[in-house]
């Protein structure tokens, strides 16, 4: 029987089938022939990520040998970990390796996790092209455990000036300290990510300088009474269009109230509370303050509002302006009780008379 011969034009048909190939499976098909190579590639090369300093050596070496590489990376996630008991320590050539990592041209996402995310800030100066940069992570997560060397960020001026168009700035578990700066600065920052973050000093308003306007704000935290303070400050200097705020620890005695000025209540259309208090009076509140919201979700095991207390308040209109609403699974009588399906089909009727999409989360 004659064999059919492979038409090379189905390659990237074959690799654009399916979003979910394994970075070993791509490294297999390269060796079938040039032509996968060359496609598989463009896959494995544009968001890169590094777990160990040996693995960051090697990739150093294979684009600093193969310089056409280099150009495909655009994004890169640099995560070496060590054991906390380990006494070995990043070798010179390892150092090396990530310096040139840092200096790829046209790197326009970079995430600093695992050791890079203690004292970030030696590694944030690293980076060689920085006018690129458009979203910077600091991720502390694996080693938010440690007693010392722990995750941790100085912000100074030096680095506001220097990420002229960094527009994404995500911080998870690490300590923070915010030096205030000498002269107003102008902020490209629109979308602001925090994760447990802990301030130790300043203020995040002086991280966002003089920020006119955040489209996003993201702010999850265990430690609720001192986040609202430095949330209260942003908002009152800046305009966002959607907050999302989640106390990891349910508060289920003080209700969340957040008075802001009229001109950032009137800009905000999304609003994602999770984890704190909510009753009837605050709903109320939302309703009279934030007159513009077009999404709103509230969830948690902390919101007091029972399912015909949900369904009447609806029903009087409330919320005009909400297209989708997300509400828990039940309420905190207390206990947290799981709302039943005849409860369920209450509110859904009366979002069902408004037109109004519903989830529970």
């Not at 990739?59 to 150009?71: G, H, I, V």
């Not at 080693?143 to 506001?160: I, K, M, T, V, Y």
């Not at 905000?268 to 934030?290: A, I, Q, T, W």
Request: glycine share 4%.
């Amino acid at each position: 029987m004659a064999r059919c011969e492979f038409i090379d034009d189905l390659i990237p048909l074959i690799l654009e089938a399916n979003d979910n190939w394994w970075p070993r499976n791509l490294a297999s098909l390269s060796t079938v022939s040039s032509t996968w190579l060359f496609y598989t590639r463009k896959r494995l090369y544009p968001s890169p990520t590094i777990h160990s300093f040996p693995a960051a050596t090697l990739l150093a070496r294979s684009l600093a040998e193969n310089p056409q590489l280099t150009s495909l990376v655009k994004r890169i996630h640099l995560r070496p970990v060590m054991p906390e008991m380990s006494s070995r320590r990043p070798q010179p050539q390892e150092l090396r390796s990530l310096r040139f990592l840092l200096g790829i041209e046209g790197l326009q996402h970079i995430t600093l996790g695992g050791e890079l995310s203690v004292k970030a800030e030696r590694f944030l100066r690293l980076i060689s092209n920085p006018d690129t940069l458009q979203e910077l992570h600091i991720d502390g997560s694996s080693l938010c455990s440690r007693l010392s060397a722990r995750p941790s960020l100085e912000w100074d001026e030096s680095l506001a000036f220097g990420f002229p168009n960094l527009n994404k700035l995500r911080l998870a578990e690490v300590e923070l300290d915010i030096i205030p700066p000498s002269m107003p600065f102008p902020s490209p920052i629109t979308n602001l990510t925090l994760e447990n973050v802990h301030i130790i000093s300043g203020h995040l308003v002086h991280l966002l300088g003089d920020c006119q306007v955040l489209e996003r704000l993201h702010v999850t935290t265990s430690d609720p009474v001192a986040s609202e303070e430095q949330l209260r400050l942003v908002l009152a200097s800046c305009t966002v269009g959607c907050l999302h705020y989640e106390s990891q620890k349910d508060n289920t005695s003080d209700r969340f109230v957040l008075d802001i000025n009229p001109a950032s209540a009137a800009s905000l259309r999304c609003l994602h509370l999770k984890g704190l208090f909510v009753d009837l009076g605050v709903l109320n509140v939302v309703n009279e303050m934030y007159r513009n919201i077009v999404e709103l979700v509230i969830s948690g095991r902390a919101v007091r509002v029972s399912p015909g207390e949900w369904a009447r308040f609806i029903r009087s209109g409330a919320f005009s302006s909400v297209r989708r609403l997300g509400l828990p699974w039940g309420t905190n009588h207390p206990p947290f009780l799981v709302w039943r399906r005849g409860d369920i089909e209450e509110i859904e009727n009366a979002c069902s008379s408004r037109k109004i999409p519903i989830s529970l989360c």
